[in-house]
């Protein structure tokens, strides 16, 4: 069984345009440092991967909270923003270094960035961290649970035939790269949903047979 | 007397050997093969003692490369590099393995030690997940690249032991925490040896050297 906890997605200028969770513990949008996290409904999201059909359900009934919305307003900006974005902040620089880490170790460390190195993930005893970088500088960073195989294939799936379809093809783009924009689409984000509910139950399923 | 017992003797090997026709024939044939064996492994053994050294067995490595003995070469030295970082993200130690690893500078060593107790640290604060047993997040275990793996072990006082290994390598706790047995044994017991500095011990290089070879 799989977990599948959030996505970041960063844009070329480490900014962070897409937020998502799914079944997160600690989340940022709701933990305050000192304040324990609300963990009824998660508790269920977490044990509900038990099985295909309590995993649909609870992916149902737990909607996921989104970051940046518009939508989302009623949480109260000031209060949410902050550890969001420090949040965000962190788990930049630490996928950015591992990045760096690994394209030094590989000799393969160039002037113009990227990931030439194959930097593809890295596990901590309670998550795993898999990282996409597209050739346009666009990266993916998804964390799992540490179980959890490769998800390469996932993320650039997420890139190539979501990503593109409905942020990069979308004639509201912000079609200007010197600027950052988040992605607030919600076509994207309910078909980011869609897939990733797919593969859990997918994953999940194929574990169980 | 001597006489008597040659005698006897040659009537014994008559009456066993060449009275019947049946065993005089088989006499013959056995004697011949015993004969033929001793005579060929005697001259094989005195053929190959005079002409050592100068047979294609023993310069045929020379000539065409073993499959078999690279492949082993392979398998054998699956460990590419060895970082030892202390509690304060000082490098303390590091080795290479492998002929196919980056020669790294001694500065650019140092500052990959520095990010790596960085983000080692980091990445246990961003966890998006909390262990059902309560205990922390213990920071980067492995981490995967489509060429190669890197293994961390932490110890409870803070020392990290990181190995760089192909990427087919799953599990590398019990090689790690051995190292760390021999960092205590050689390492730390030397008396010469200042805490959080470089380790500067043969005794310990070569049971390193020991430990990766035979892992």
Same mark, same amino acid.
């Given at each position: 069984?799989?977990?599948?906890?959030?996505?970041?997605?960063?844009?070329?200028?480490?900014?962070?345009?897409?937020?998502?969770?799914?079944?997160?513990?600690?989340?940022?949008?709701?933990?305050?440092?000192?304040?324990?996290?609300?963990?009824?409904?998660?508790?269920?999201?977490?044990?509900?991967?038990?099985?295909?059909?309590?995993?649909?359900?609870?992916?149902?009934?737990?909607?996921?909270?989104?970051?940046?919305?518009?939508?989302?307003?009623?949480?109260? /900006?000031? &209060?949410?923003? #902050?550890? %969001?974005?420090?949040?965000?902040?962190? *788990?930049?620089? +630490?996928?950015?270094?591992?990045?760096?880490?690994?394209?030094?170790?590989?000799?393969?460390?160039?002037?113009?960035?990227?990931?030439?190195?194959?930097?593809?993930?890295?596990?901590?005893?309670?998550?795993?961290?898999?990282?996409?970088?597209?050739?346009?500088?666009?990266?993916?960073?998804?964390?799992?649970?540490?179980?959890?195989? /490769?998800? &390469?294939?996932? #993320?650039? %799936?997420?890139?190539?035939?979501?990503? *593109?379809?409905? +942020?990069?093809?979308?004639?509201?783009?912000?079609?200007?790269?010197?600027?950052?924009?988040?992605?607030?689409?919600?076509?994207?984000?309910?078909?980011?949903?869609?897939?990733?509910?797919?593969?859990?139950?997918?994953?999940?399923?194929?574990?169980?047979? | 007397m001597v006489s008597g017992f040659t005698k006897s003797l040659s009537s014994v090997v008559y009456r066993n050997f060449f009275k019947k026709e049946s065993t005089y024939f088989a006499t013959i044939v056995g004697s011949g093969v015993l004969f033929s064996i001793g005579f060929n492994t005697y001259f094989d053994s005195y053929w190959n003692k005079k002409t050592a050294g100068t047979k294609w067995e023993d310069i045929k490595d020379k000539y065409q490369p073993s499959v078999h003995r690279h492949f082993f070469a392979h398998i054998s030295m699956p460990i590419h590099s060895v970082?030892?970082?202390?509690?304060?993200?000082?490098?303390?130690?590091?080795r290479d393995y492998s002929t196919n690893?980056?020669?790294?500078?001694?500065?650019?060593?140092?500052?990959?030690?520095?990010?790596?107790?960085?983000?080692?640290?980091?990445?246990?604060?961003?966890?998006?997940?909390?262990?059902?047993?309560?205990?922390?997040?213990?920071?980067?275990?492995?981490?995967?690249?489509?060429?190669?793996r890197?293994h961390?072990?932490?110890?409870?006082?803070?020392?990290?032991?990181?190995a760089?290994t192909d990427p087919s390598y799953l599990q590398l706790n019990d090689v790690l925490s051995k190292m760390y047995g021999l960092?205590?044994d050689y390492?730390?017991?030397?008396?010469?040896?200042?805490?959080?500095?470089?380790?500067?011990s043969e005794l310990f290089d070569t049971k390193l050297q020991q430990l990766i070879q035979s892992s």
């Open positions: 069984m799989t977990i599948i906890y959030n996505i970041y997605i960063f844009d070329r200028h480490c900014e962070c345009i897409f937020y998502t969770e799914w079944a997160c513990q600690n989340s940022p949008l709701t933990t305050r440092p000192g304040q324990p996290a609300d963990s009824s409904t998660v508790q269920a999201t977490a044990r509900g991967a038990s099985s295909d059909t309590q995993d649909r359900n609870s992916l149902d009934q737990h909607r996921p909270t989104v970051w940046p919305s518009s939508a989302n307003s009623t949480h109260g /900006s000031a &209060q949410r923003n #902050l550890p %969001m974005e420090e949040e965000a902040k962190l *788990v930049y620089g +630490v996928a950015f270094s591992t990045r760096n880490i690994v394209n030094k170790l590989s000799g393969k460390d160039g002037p113009q960035g990227g990931n030439p190195g194959g930097f593809m993930s890295f596990a901590t005893n309670t998550y795993r961290m898999h990282y996409y970088e597209s050739p346009t500088g666009v990266k993916f960073i998804l964390n799992t649970d540490p179980h959890t195989a /490769s998800m &390469q294939q996932v #993320l650039e %799936m997420i890139y190539r035939n979501i990503y *593109v379809e409905y +942020v990069t093809k979308n004639p509201l783009f912000n079609p200007n790269p010197a600027t950052s924009a988040p992605i607030e689409n919600d076509y994207f984000r309910a078909v980011l949903n869609n897939y990733i509910r797919e593969i859990t139950t997918f994953i999940t399923s194929r574990c169980l047979r | 970082f030892i970082i202390n509690k304060a993200g000082g490098l303390i130690y590091n690893t980056v020669k790294l500078s001694s500065n650019e060593a140092l500052i990959l030690a520095g990010t790596f107790h960085g983000i080692h640290a980091l990445a246990s604060r961003i966890s998006p997940a909390s262990r059902s047993d309560g205990s922390k997040d213990t920071g980067i275990q492995t981490i995967d690249t489509s060429s190669f890197i961390c072990y932490q110890t409870a006082t803070g020392i990290k032991f990181i760089v960092y205590s390492a730390l017991k030397n008396p010469f040896h200042s805490l959080e500095m470089p380790v500067r």
